[in-house]
């Protein structure tokens, strides 16, 4: 089994351990960490000026109509 799996196995049985009234801070303290985790994520992204050009150049292709469906580059795939 993996560490990973462990530690999930292992925050599973202590959450079932715990009295009701503990469950609600458990399931805020989840939110916050998934919250913090996609603030990360996103910071990172904003942070990459070469990304977000590439982004911004993409949508613009898309709007001008310079692109291919997916289709048809499956196809050749």
């Known amino acids: 089994m993996s560490a990973t799996s462990t ?3 292992k ?8 009295p009701g009234k503990h469950l609600r ?5 989840v939110d916050y960490l ?3 985790e996609s603030a990360e994520a996103t910071g990172e992204i904003l942070a990459d000026k070469q990304l977000l050009d ?5 949508i613009a292709d898309l709007k001008a109509g310079r692109c291919k ?3 048809s ?4 795939v």
Not at 25 to 29: G, K, L, P, R
Request: proline share 0%; aromatic share 6%.
């Open 7 to 9: 530690l999930k196995n």
């Open 11 to 18: 925050a599973i049985a202590s959450i079932a351990r715990l």
């Open 25 to 29: 801070e458990v399931i805020d303290f």
């Open 34 to 36: 998934e919250k913090k």
């Open 54 to 58: 590439g982004i911004k150049k993409g």
């Open 69 to 71: 469906s997916w289709r």
């Open 73 to 76: 580059v499956r196809k050749n």
